[in-house]
């Protein structure tokens, strides 16, 4: 392992060659000519500095230095909103289909969920975060929310959340959920109304107005009785909102992410795609399934959250915070400094399995 580079430059090198995440006693034995505590000097140094190595518990590091295809986190998105602000990520596309809570006839059997509904005040506390986040003039959000009569008190309070924003209403749409006879959905004796679908802009404009679909009728996926998450929407419609929506390499985020659908979608449109679900449960039985349809992913554990995330969006090492010592990190990025860090990009590869403890 003779070279002039500097040592931690040759660790680096070494450790870009492997599966990323390394024991000590590995760099030890390749690295046999150089002294233990020298060794153990330049890899502190490196996570110290939050640059390039994380230590991810005792006697384990991980190289960092990449930017990945697709973020989920397990957390509470009405928290975790506060930390994608702090890194000054910036979205193409925010889909918001909300635990809401409008009675009737709920539109999307959100009475199904087994977590608590966010009221119309919370949704205006988000919006006017989620604001902030879209790219351009013209980056799109899309608002889903039970169509009816029954419902339409209720939904009108989130709607009007909107009046409080600096957003404009681009267009309005539906998705009408059909039987696998090709028939509407319905409840009892009653067809099961439409859910509304509301696009806002900063500019008030559509990103594609020529190629943009407002009104689906579509299968709906299935039930929770039949495997399905209770407020599935369709992976056809999804990916036919991202792609009316964004434009190839755009960055997605649901901030709700419950069955992983919209996670398929953007990854098959070749969209980046940031999600963050409180689900244990969803993240379990239906998101890392989606994942697992693109290979195996990555696990990290982030304090009380878990992350699983693959291929190259949002990279760590600007948003690492204090305490690697306890391998805690408690904000994703802004995006990878070439400039700052040096030439990294591609250090972690496809298939790496990352645990912080």
Excluded: W
């Amino acid at each position: 392992m003779s070279s002039d580079k500097p040592l931690l430059n040759k660790i680096i090198d070494y450790m870009s060659k492997t599966d990323g995440h390394i024991p000590l006693s590995k760099i030890y034995a390749t690295f046999k000519d150089e002294k233990k505590s020298t060794i153990r000097g330049r890899i502190n140094e490196a996570v110290a500095a939050k640059k390039h190595i994380v230590r991810t518990s005792k006697g384990q590091y991980m190289l960092l230095g990449a930017e990945i295809e697709a973020l989920v986190e397990h957390a509470d998105s009405t928290k975790q909103i506060f930390e994608i602000l702090k890194a000054n990520i910036y979205y193409d596309l925010v889909f918001l289909d909300i635990p809401y809570n409008t009675g009737g006839q709920k539109g999307g059997n959100r009475d199904l969920s087994n977590y608590a509904m966010i009221s119309p005040e919370e949704f205006q506390e988000i919006l006017l975060k989620v604001e902030k986040m879209l790219r351009t003039e013209d980056s799109q959000l899309y608002f889903m929310i039970a169509g009816g009569s029954s419902s339409a008190h209720a939904a009108n309070k989130y709607i009007r959340a909107f009046d409080e924003s600096s957003l404009f209403k681009a267009a309005e749409g539906s998705y009408t959920k059909l039987n696998a006879n090709g028939t509407q959905c319905n409840m009892g004796k009653y067809l099961m109304p439409p859910e509304k679908i509301l696009i806002f802009s900063p500019s008030g404009k559509l990103l594609k107005p020529e190629e943009t679909i407002l009104d689906f009728k579509m299968v709906r996926p299935p039930l929770p009785r039949s495997g399905g998450y209770p407020t599935e929407k369709p992976v056809e419609m999804l990916k036919q909102i991202i792609e009316q929506s964004t434009e190839v390499g755009g960055k997605m985020l649901d901030l709700f992410l419950g069955s992983g659908n919209s996670l398929q979608a953007a990854l098959e449109k070749n969209r980046k795609f940031h999600g963050i679900e409180i689900s244990q449960e969803a993240i379990q039985n239906h998101i890392s399934k989606k994942l697992s349809l693109f290979g195996e992913y990555y696990k990290t554990i982030q304090k009380e959250r878990e992350v699983f995330h693959q291929g190259s969006l949002f990279e760590y090492l600007d948003g690492v915070k204090n305490d690697f010592e306890n391998s805690s990190i408690d904000s994703i990025a802004s995006k990878y400094s070439e400039a700052e860090h040096g030439n990294l990009g591609g250090l972690v590869k496809p298939n790496q399995v990352f645990t912080l403890k």
